[in-house]
């Protein structure tokens, strides 16, 4: 398998929400022990940040951004998100559905009507759920390059990812009718922003998300058309010793991974989301909705129970507190994102290294805080 896979699924427990406890004091002495392996100032590391009651109470930085320069990670670093992209691509088709330009029961051939015939039955709602039954785009990638190692496989970008996809004959499953973790479904959807839009995806995201929140630095990355400024850059320890291994045949896509920012530029998208500064409380339902019960559940492909996952974030709970969440991996990046918003409690990792258990790490913050060490 290509080695880009951007998201790994949380374990999910299948209990209703119940009336949250309140959270624990929680000092940074407590916290620092978490990320004691992070220390080495002369290693890749990570950068954590820890809101409360929309505060920060915890922003730190450990290692280093590449091992040519060794600057010290800090929080205006800027991380390659991976599938953490997937929450801001999800937002952008919700600002165009707020706009009038599309709706969540558009179909994919109403938008590219060159598409094949199986896109009259994908729905946008659909690709936003993961159960569009949409082909992966890596999954043919290796069909394509049979024995080839990734290095020598050139990166493929969104519009080459809709053309593969435009050469299927079907989906995986009939659509709404299992779930499956796509990339592909949402490299579709950064090219749906684009089409009905106007302007490229990268620019939609900039005009209105990162601008209007001031989110300076935060880019959707394109090799030759801008530049990531404070840039930290992936490692892969091999045969004892770290290698800088930043990108991949699909590091440049943008639908399901190609943000870079940083914990200061998240401090904002976080009180963004709190506030509702983008959408109402209302339009955020549909990315947002409650699970509130396991029956009916859809299937992954393997006839497994699937997870409850909403518009670019995992649902669930964790110790009967509501918590929506979501883990990016790709070459030489791990990151986390879990926010608990009964609890008011949001914990980012963000790691350039790729042995980092991101969510694993965040999660022990979290237990932190809701007393359960």
Same mark, same amino acid.
């Given at each position: 398998?290509?080695?880009?896979?951007?998201?790994?699924?949380?374990?999910?427990?299948?209990?209703?929400?119940?009336?949250?406890?309140?959270?624990?004091?929680?000092?940074?002495?407590?916290?620092?022990?978490?990320?004691?392996?992070?220390?080495?100032?002369?290693?890749?590391?990570?950068?954590?940040?820890?809101?409360?009651?929309?505060?920060?109470? +915890?922003?730190?930085?450990?290692?280093?951004?590449?091992?040519?320069?060794?600057?010290?990670?800090?929080?205006?670093?800027?991380?390659?998100?991976?599938?953490?992209?997937?929450?801001?691509?999800?937002?952008?088709?919700?600002?165009?559905?707020?706009?009038?330009?599309?709706?969540?029961?558009?179909?994919?051939?109403?938008?590219?009507?060159?598409?094949?015939?199986?896109?009259?039955?994908?729905?946008?709602?659909?690709?936003?759920?993961?159960?569009?039954?949409?082909?992966?785009?890596? !999954?043919?990638?290796?069909?394509?390059?049979?024995?080839?190692?990734?290095?020598?496989?050139?990166?493929?970008? !969104?519009?080459?990812?809709?053309?593969?996809?435009?050469?299927?004959?079907?989906?995986?499953?009939?659509?709404?009718?299992?779930?499956?973790? =796509?990339?592909?479904?949402?490299?579709?959807?950064? @090219?749906?922003? @684009?089409?009905?839009?106007?302007?490229?995806?990268?620019?939609?995201?900039?005009?209105?998300? +990162?601008?209007?929140?001031?989110?300076?630095?935060?880019? @959707?990355?394109?090799?030759?058309?801008?530049?990531?400024?404070?840039?930290?850059?992936?490692?892969?320890?091999?045969?004892?010793?770290?290698?800088?291994?930043?990108?991949? =045949?699909?590091?440049?896509?943008?639908?399901?991974?190609?943000?870079?920012?940083?914990?200061?530029?998240?401090?904002?998208?976080?009180?963004?989301?709190?506030?509702?500064?983008?959408?109402?409380?209302?339009?955020?339902?549909?990315?947002?909705?409650?699970?509130?019960? =396991?029956?009916?559940?859809?299937?992954?492909?393997?006839?497994?129970?699937?997870?409850?996952?909403?518009?670019?974030?995992?649902? !669930?709970?964790?110790?009967?507190?509501?918590?929506?969440?979501?883990?990016?991996?790709?070459?030489?990046?791990?990151?986390?994102?879990?926010?608990?918003?009964?609890?008011?409690?949001?914990?980012?990792?963000?790691?350039?290294?790729?042995?980092? !258990?991101?969510?694993?790490?965040?999660?022990?913050?979290?237990?932190?805080?809701?007393?359960?060490?």
């Amino acid at each position: 398998m290509i080695n880009s896979v951007r998201c790994a699924i949380p374990a999910l427990t299948l209990i209703l929400f119940a009336s949250m406890a309140a959270t624990a004091q929680v000092t940074a002495s407590q916290i620092e022990p978490i990320f004691s392996k992070f220390t080495g100032t002369l290693q890749p590391g990570c950068a954590v940040l820890v809101i409360k009651g929309g505060n920060v109470v +915890f922003r730190k930085g450990y290692g280093v951004t590449d091992l040519r320069s060794l600057r010290a990670i800090g929080p205006d670093t800027n991380f390659r998100l991976a599938s953490l992209t997937k929450q801001f691509t999800a937002m952008a088709i919700m600002l165009l559905v707020h706009d009038g330009k599309l709706t969540y029961e558009d179909r994919l051939s109403d938008i590219f009507p060159d598409f094949p015939a199986y896109g009259k039955a994908i729905t946008i709602r659909q690709l936003l759920h993961h159960t569009s039954g949409i082909i992966d785009y890596e !999954d043919i990638m290796e069909k394509q390059y049979p024995g080839i190692s990734d290095g020598k496989i050139p990166q493929i970008k !969104d519009a080459e990812v809709l053309e593969l996809l435009k050469h299927q004959t079907g989906t995986k499953f009939t659509p709404g009718t299992r779930w499956d973790y =796509s990339n592909s479904g949402y490299v579709v959807l950064g @090219a749906v922003v @684009a089409k009905k839009s106007g302007i490229a995806f990268g620019d939609f995201l900039r005009e209105r998300i +990162f601008k209007p929140l001031e989110m300076n630095a935060t880019i @959707a990355y394109e090799k030759g058309k801008n530049e990531v400024v404070n840039r930290a850059y992936g490692h892969t320890r091999i045969d004892g010793s770290w290698r800088e291994t930043d990108q991949s =045949s699909t590091s440049a896509t943008l639908g399901d991974g190609g943000v870079y920012t940083s914990l200061n530029d998240l401090e904002k998208w976080d009180r963004a989301l709190t506030n509702h500064t983008l959408l109402s409380a209302k339009e955020m339902m549909a990315a947002l909705p409650p699970p509130t019960s =396991s029956s009916g559940r859809l299937q992954k492909p393997d006839g497994s129970v699937a997870p409850f996952y909403g518009f670019g974030w995992f649902l !669930d709970s964790y110790h009967r507190h509501r918590r929506y969440s979501h883990y990016g991996e790709t070459i030489g990046f791990r990151t986390a994102i879990q926010r608990l918003p009964d609890d008011h409690l949001t914990v980012i990792v963000l790691s350039n290294r790729a042995e980092t !258990d991101s969510p694993a790490l965040a999660e022990r913050v979290v237990s932190l805080y809701l007393g359960k060490p």
